[in-house]
């Protein structure tokens, strides 16, 4: 199991809202878990994967929670291309510019 040492970049997972304690108006399917939180930071003591663990963040906040990563990823993106939308660039152009702009 991976630990982490004093001053490593780590996230760590922290609940929000235990399930049951949403508000009322989401759906059954979203009650039923817990709103939780991600945050990166860096260690202040010693920790394993799945221990409590407190981290200070780049703007000097200290959050405890369960550590889930050490040397963090970032793993997002804007998901697959849209066909459709790929040509509205070089027609927007030829719109406002005309033939030559989109070339």
Known sequence: MQEGKAGDW???RSI???PGQRAPQVPDDTQAVP???LVKGFLQHAARI???ATITTVIGRRV???LVAVNPT???DYGRPVPELLSIGPELRRMLWGEEAAE
Do not use: C
């Open 10 to 12: 780590v996230q760590i």
């Open 16 to 18: 929000v809202l235990p």
């Open 35 to 37: 709103l939780f939180m």
């Open 50 to 52: 799945g221990e409590e």
């Open 64 to 66: 405890t929670g369960e």
């Open 74 to 76: 970032y793993d997002h």
